[in-house]
C-alpha cells in the first residue's frame, strides 16, 4: 500500500488591488496590489485563480480581494469572498 500526500490549499495570504490584466488562455490574473500589514511593498503579481470560471467576471482596472496560497507558483488564489471559512 502507498501513501500518497495530499495538499490542501492554505488561502492565507491576503492580496488586494486592481487587475491590470487577465490571461484567459493560461488561466492568469495580474494584479497591482496595494501594500497592507504582512505584505509591505505595493507591486504587480501574476496569480493563478483557482475558479478559472472566474476569470470571465473580473475586468480590468477592476479592485479586487483575494486570498492566496503561497506555496504555489504562481500563487494560486481566490477571491476573498469565495474563500473558506474556517
Known sequence: ???HAV???AFVAAVHGNVTAIDSTHD?????HHAHEG????MTMVVKLKDTKRLATLR?????????DQSRNPWVCVLAEDAPTR
Open 1 to 3: 500500500m502507498v501513501a
Open 39 to 42: 505584505m509591505a511593498m505595493e
Open 60 to 68: 480590468e482596472g477592476e479592485y479586487v480581494d483575494l486570498r492566496c
Open 28 to 32: 492568469l490574473l495580474t494584479v497591482h
Open 7 to 9: 495538499h490542501a490549499l
